[in-house]
């Protein structure tokens, strides 16, 4: 679960960037207490991931009024869109960091 370019694009194509953004005092909140649910169900010894706070955040969002008038209002039926947001709003609270290329070898190692 990664939010991509296509994703990006088709999300705001769909306003959902202004969805979170006239709502994101309520998505960070979700987006928090989402980690630190996930933390408690994570085996100790190993690193909660952004697919498991995404996976709350679905639940948290599948039931939320604000939610599920912008896809009635938008017309839009589609599933993908719950987790599509989740992964949005995920990506807004705890920015991913930038992709490097890995540095190259120098010659002779």
Known sequence: MSLDTEKLHRLTGKQFDKLYSQNAAKYTEMAQKALAYAQTCIPAGEKVRP???????????????????HLRDKKLKQRFWLAWFAEYIVEQVFPQPELMNPPSKKQGE
């Open 51 to 69: 697919g498991d706070v995404v996976s709350v955040i679905q639940n948290a969002v599948r039931i939320d009024p604000t939610f599920e008038r």
